[in-house]
């Protein structure tokens, strides 16, 4: 971290640096960093969404966080929570490992009890961040016609183009598995999986409606497109997809189902667009067929994991504007990582079926 320019975590509508801890002597796992967040302008009002009692020893504030991220307000050794206690002038209760349950914050001022509310804030979003996907929205694409064409566009990449550098069969999507992510989610217990479900519902209710019209979406994939810049090194390939009619209200669903659950917290924003695409060829399939980027279009930069590229140039020039078929989109749906459904695909956490025949 650059201490000149620390990172700027905006939580509730403030914003707050994320200042390194100077004073560790120890040596720490990246994991166990303590970080706390320091108010760019301090304030003693809170959001809605949490309330400072008054009881007869002081005041009480408590906080849902899930269990997973217990560990980082803990710290290592225990220094983050007594770093906390001792400046907020709090007492702050966090349940046993594997336990669910609110974080309670005590104290004898509520000035106290909210800095040390703020900071646990800012602790869970930082660390938040830092964990891998574990949801992800998404329209299903894998109706039969897609499939089928799907699986006659893999069929002569292999025909045509095999003896290109890296090309093979272990980089082809699962046509079971066809899908447009809209964004990806960290829900790390039932009750953010149930808040997501229920946001869900809410977009129905506030936009998906009126933008669908009260039909499904007609849209197609046709055409191929890469995601880094040589189309001699690829690593992604997919399809795109857009509405038959040329308008843009799949686009329009997309970029506001990522505003609404971003404005949650439950997804962080890192377009100012949805890239609607399917992916259809990917080399970390290549070791892992159940691999999902959390951002395809991060894939071909380096570091973020030793992959070995292909010559994509002929099937760009070959099958550019390959038609893999027409959707009918009906429903969005909140699908878990790594998992498979009776159908083959991913398996839901909660479907919203929105438009009618």
């Known amino acids: 971290m650059e201490v000149l320019r620390p990172q700027l975590i905006k939580i509730e509508g403030r914003v707050y640096r994320k200042n390194f801890m100077q004073e560790q002597t120890y040596q720490q796992e990246d994991e166990d960093e303590d ?126 183009c095999s003896m290109d550098r890296g090309v093979s069969s272990c980089l082809f999507q699962n046509p079971a598995k066809l899908h447009l992510t809209i964004g990806t989610l960290v829900l790390l217990n039932d009750q953010e999986i149930q808040w997501a479900c229920e946001l869900l519902k809410q977009c129905k209710e506030e936009f998906i409606n009126k933008i669908a019209g009260g039909k499904p979406l007609l849209a197609e994939m ?80 380096s570091g973020l994991r030793e992959r070995e590229s292909f010559d994509g140039r002929n099937i760009l020039k070959l099958f550019e504007n390959f038609s893999f078929g027409e959707l009918c989109l009906n429903s969005i749906h909140i699908s878990q990582r790594f998992s498979t459904d009776s159908s083959g695909y991913y398996a839901s956490s909660g479907s919203l079926f929105y438009l009618t025949a």
């Open 35 to 160: 970080y706390y967040g320091e108010p760019m302008e301090y304030s003693e009002e809170l959001s809605d969404s949490c309330v400072v009692e008054q009881t007869e020893r002081g005041f009480q504030c408590a906080v849902a966080v899930p269990s997973a991220l217990f560990k980082y307000i803990i710290g290592k050794k225990g220094e983050t929570r007594k770093k906390l206690e001792m400046e907020t002038r709090t007492s702050i209760n966090i349940p046993k490992p594997g336990m669910e349950g609110e974080i309670v914050i005590t104290g004898q001022q509520r000035g106290g009890v909210i800095s040390a509310k703020t900071r646990i804030d800012v602790l869970v979003e930082s660390f938040r961040r830092k964990q891998p996907f574990t949801h992800f929205i998404s329209f299903s694409l894998n109706q039969p016609e897609v499939q089928e064409g799907f699986l006659k566009f893999q069929e002569k990449v292999l025909e045509k």
């Open 222 to 301: 046709v055409g191929i497109e890469y995601m880094n810049d040589d189309p001699g090194m690829m690593d992604v390939l997919y399809a795109k997809v857009h509405m038959k009619d040329g308008s843009d209200r799949l686009q329009l669903i997309a970029d506001q189902l990522v505003e609404r659950f971003v404005l949650s917290g439950l997804m962080i924003k890192e377009w100012d667009r949805v890239k609607l695409h399917a992916t259809v060829m990917n080399t970390l399939f290549r070791k892992d067929p159940t691999a999902e980027d959390r951002n395809n279009a991060l894939a071909g930069k």
